[in-house]
Nanobody, 119 residues
Framework: QVQLVESGGGLVRAGGSLRLSCAASGRFLSINTMGWYRQAPGAQRELVATMSTGGSTNYAGAVKDRFTISRDNAKNTVYLQMNSLKPEDAGVYYC?????????????WGQGTQVTVSS
């Protein structure tokens, strides 16, 4: 059984910062990929940032140079530092992990955390 617990969302003014975190717990062999996605009202879920096991990162163009994904391997936790937030960054943010188990790989999603940016 694997569990992902997100924290760090909230209300911030445009130009402000927030830091999201997502801690994984449970039994798995390894973590392949971790990342963050977001979903605005009426829109599809979209990629924000991902990080591979080797540390390679990938960012959506809209957040590049403003958001930073990082991880703490010892804590099985992924972070998303969000700076210079814009109203269009608002939405529910979901963390994402791809774990490896004895039987293969499987994707897991966090419960989502709301980010609201006021103009």
């Amino acid at each position: 059984q694997v569990q992902l617990v997100e924290s760090g969302g909230g209300l911030v003014r445009a130009g402000g910062s927030l830091r999201l975190s997502c801690a994984a717990s449970g039994r798995f062999l390894s973590i392949n990929t971790m990342g963050w996605y977001r979903q605005a009202p009426g829109a599809q879920r979209e990629l924000v940032a991902t990080m591979s096991t080797g540390g390679s990162t990938n960012y959506a163009g809209a957040v590049k140079d403003r958001f930073t994904i990082s991880r703490d391997n010892a804590k099985n936790t992924v972070y998303l530092q969000m700076n210079s937030l814009k109203p269009e960054d608002a939405g529910v943010y979901y963390c994402y992990y791809r774990f490896t188990f004895v039987y293969g790989a499987r994707d897991y999603w966090g419960q989502g955390t709301q980010v609201t940016v006021s103009s």
